[in-house]
């Protein structure tokens, strides 16, 4: 006879008042598997009503998130990755690559208005005399790729100091003319020391594929909330949604 | 060999329905108690996480494949071979990347709070002695691939989890930490920069959390198949908790889909 080594091990066992039933064991695999199957409601959205409790879960990671963030927390590309140059993916949500019309439109300029003491309208020779940021850096698509770049442009918070936002301006909109897309910002994720307006990519000034004459970039924000072909900025008390927030993205969008 | 593990089963239950002359009877009648076998606390936190994990998995899957590959753009990745290969649409649960990405930051609290609360439990409760490898475990593992095997025609006797048993349950709280750890990486590249650091850049973050997710979607699998196949006896354990250790596994010498119904084990000579 083998030794049992069933003995002394301290195992809780009590007995329950009901017998076993093989019936009532038929009966719950039964329903474990209808159970199963509904969870398998494959390829789904999942239930309706759970929309509420998910929207609850984002408001309360958004504000996990603002409870985190510090501007001395920096994004950096590992050494070992090299820059995306032209594998960088363009996007943009017109049928083709905006391309600003001098003729129709006039010579481009970056608006910045709203709560501020001193309306702007900067060309993109004012930009270039402002203090210039080159910063190497990856930046995070909300689909899960990354690809680094070598972006140059001016801080948003040296654009916010030359117009005077005023503190109860808690959130700012980057509205562009590529039909309309726009996305706003808490005003401290605009105040990272990283949060550009960029002018440049890889040296170069920007092409119509990445976003020319002017867009937003930063590490802290996923990419939709980078506002390419920028045309406003516009200081606000309230957010003001955005493109891809307003379809259903969380607004936040912070890394 | 049978007799000492019914008065066991009676003398630690405390009350016995059976004369201990019954003991010696046919084998069915040897362990008419059902027991009790796991708290209300560990039943519940075991169907919350086998919830939560489906939702995980599913989501997680469904923003894998909004981008499937490891590579940063313009860099090659040395560790994965199907880059740019989607999972088929139907293990994936969100119905696209951004309600499968409000499910995943949801449900990660539910898997966090629930494994928390079965950690914390089975810690306080003492039922971590049963899910953590002892004394022996090599071996006893052996003893176990051994009988599944056909090597060995017993069913070796090792208690309430057998040592494959007591290797996965003791794996799966590392396995899930990892995978939380490694989706933090991934949530907050930049402001917990120093973790995705850590893992070697977001990219291999990425990756370890997609490994830990693996890992635990493994060792579920030959968890269900193993109830299913070896120990269905065990489901209602886990729903009312009440378990027949006349049915055990050991008792019924059972092999994947062999001797699911219980009968007597083959005697073996002294």
Redesign the interface.
């Known amino acids: 006879m083998k030794p049992d080594r069933w003995h002394g091990v301290p195992t809780r066992l009590r007995p329950l008042v009901e017998p076993s039933s093989r019936r009532g064991f038929f009966r719950t695999a039964g329903g474990l598997l209808i159970t199963g199957s509904v969870l398998a409601a494959c390829d789904s959205d999942g239930p309706e009503r759970a929309g509420r409790w998910l929207a609850y879960a984002e408001k309360k990671n958004e504000g996990l998130e603002r409870a985190l963030f510090q501007h001395t927390a920096i994004g950096s590309a590992p050494a070992s990755v090299q820059s995306a140059k032209g594998e960088f993916p363009s996007y943009f949500v017109s049928d083709t690559a905006p391309v600003w019309d001098d003729a129709a439109s006039g010579v481009w300029r970056v608006e910045v208005k709203g709560l501020v003491a001193r309306p702007l309208s900067l060309s993109l020779d004012d930009l270039r005399r402002m203090p210039l940021v080159t910063q190497r850096v990856p930046h995070f698509c909300v689909e899960g790729w990354t690809a680094v770049a070598e972006f140059t442009g001016v801080r948003v918070s040296s654009i916010a100091a030359a117009a005077g936002a005023k503190p109860d301006a808690a959130y700012v909109d980057f509205a562009s003319f590529d039909d309309g897309y726009h996305e706003s910002w808490d005003r401290e994720s605009a105040e990272h020391p990283q949060a550009l307006i960029v002018i440049a990519k890889d040296g170069a000034p920007l092409s119509p594929a990445y976003g020319a004459p002017a867009r937003v970039h930063a590490p802290v924000k996923l990419g939709y909330k980078n506002t390419k072909y920028l045309t406003t900025l516009t200081y606000l008390p309230e957010r003001n949604g955005g493109y891809w927030s307003d379809k259903g993205y969380e607004w936040y969008g912070g890394t | 060999?049978t007799s000492?593990?019914g008065a066991?089963?009676e003398a630690?239950?405390?009350?016995s329905s059976v004369p201990n002359g019954a003991a010696a009877g046919s084998v069915p009648e040897q362990h008419?108690?059902?027991?009790?076998?796991h708290?209300l606390i560990v039943r519940l936190t075991h169907w919350v996480n086998a919830?939560a994990l489906?939702?995980m998995i599913g989501s997680g899957l469904r923003?894998?494949n909004?981008?499937p590959?490891f590579a940063?753009?313009?860099?090659s990745f040395c560790c994965w071979p199907w880059e740019g290969m989607a999972v088929p649409?139907?293990?994936?649960?969100?119905?696209?990347?951004?309600?499968a990405?409000?499910?995943h930051?949801?449900a990660m609290?539910v898997l966090v709070a629930n494994g928390l609360l079965y950690l914390g439990f089975i810690w306080l409760h003492?039922?971590w002695?049963?899910l953590v490898p002892r004394r022996g475990f090599v071996r006893d593992s052996i003893e176990m691939v051994r009988f599944y095997m056909w090597v060995s025609r017993?069913h070796?006797?090792?208690?309430?989890h057998n040592a494959l048993q007591r290797g996965t349950y003791f794996l799966l709280p590392y396995v899930g930490a990892a995978s939380v750890i490694t989706g933090i990486a991934i949530w907050?590249?930049?402001?917990?920069?120093w973790l995705t650091?850590l893992m070697?850049?977001?990219?291999w973050a990425?990756w370890w959390h997609f490994m830990a997710m693996a890992l635990l979607l493994v060792l579920s699998i030959g968890h269900v198949f193993m109830v299913f196949a070896v120990d269905?006896?065990s489901?209602?354990a886990m729903?009312?908790?009440?378990y027949?250790?006349a049915?055990s596994p050991?008792e019924r010498n059972a092999r994947p889909f062999v001797n699911l119904f219980g009968r007597p084990a083959p005697k073996?000579d002294?």
């Open positions: 060999m000492p593990d066991a089963m630690m239950s405390g009350t008419p108690a059902v027991v009790h076998r708290h919830l489906v939702v923003i894998y909004a981008s590959g940063p753009k313009g860099n649409a139907w293990a994936t649960f969100g119905g696209w990347l951004g309600g990405r409000h499910w930051f949801a609290w003492g039922e002695r049963d017993e070796p006797r090792q208690g309430k907050k590249p930049v402001q917990l920069g650091a070697g850049g977001y990219h990425r269905p006896y489901l209602r729903l009312t908790g009440g027949n250790p049915k050991e073996e002294a």
